[in-house]
């Protein structure tokens, strides 16, 4: 089982940069084949894939509304995943959640197993 706690959510201003973490709270997510994505979740609004990262690092992937200004990455010592968001966008505004895999990256929400709570990101144009 991997427990997976989002971090790092909060207000920040239109242009403004947010960095959010996803620990994990097992040493299995960084000793096995775990990938692991990032997700968000707009009030009224379908969940939709942003960003995800393979066990190694050497694989990313990243949606169109998010490319060029958000930027995965994972330190597997610590267990955990980052995600660094700049020129943040009022549109960016939602709840973001991390999910782990095991396997190869996937920009589909219903291969990811474990998922965390979630973190509010609201931007204020």
Same mark, same amino acid.
């Given at each position: 089982?991997?427990?997976?706690?989002?971090?790092?959510?909060?207000?920040?201003?239109?242009?403004?940069?947010?960095?959010?973490?996803?620990?994990?709270?097992?040493?299995?997510?960084?000793?096995?084949?775990?990938?692991?994505? $990032?997700?968000?979740? +707009?009030?009224?609004?379908?969940?939709?894939?942003?960003?995800?990262?393979? $066990?190694?690092?050497? &694989?990313? !992937?990243? +949606? *169109?509304?998010?490319?060029?200004?958000?930027?995965?990455?994972? *330190?597997?010592?610590?267990?955990?995943? !980052?995600?660094?968001?700049?020129?943040?966008?009022?549109? *960016?505004?939602?709840? !973001? !959640?991390?999910?782990?895999?095991?396997?190869?990256?996937?920009?589909?929400?219903? *291969?990811?197993?474990? $998922?965390?709570?979630? &973190?509010?990101?609201?931007?204020?144009?």
């Amino acid at each position: 089982q991997v427990q997976l706690v989002e971090s790092g959510g909060g207000m920040v201003q239109a242009g403004g940069s947010l960095r959010l973490s996803c620990a994990a709270s097992t040493r299995t997510f960084t000793s096995s084949n775990y990938a692991v994505g $990032w997700f968000r979740q +707009a009030r009224g609004k379908e969940r939709e894939p942003l960003s995800s990262i393979s $066990w190694g690092g050497s &694989t990313t !992937y990243y +949606a *169109d509304s998010v490319k060029g200004r958000f930027t995965i990455s994972r *330190d597997n010592v610590k267990n955990t995943v !980052y995600l660094q968001m700049n020129s943040l966008k009022p549109e *960016d505004t939602a709840v !973001y !959640y991390c999910a782990a895999k095991y396997g190869a990256v996937s920009g589909l929400q219903n *291969d990811y197993m474990y $998922w965390g709570q979630g &973190t509010q990101v609201t931007v204020s144009s």
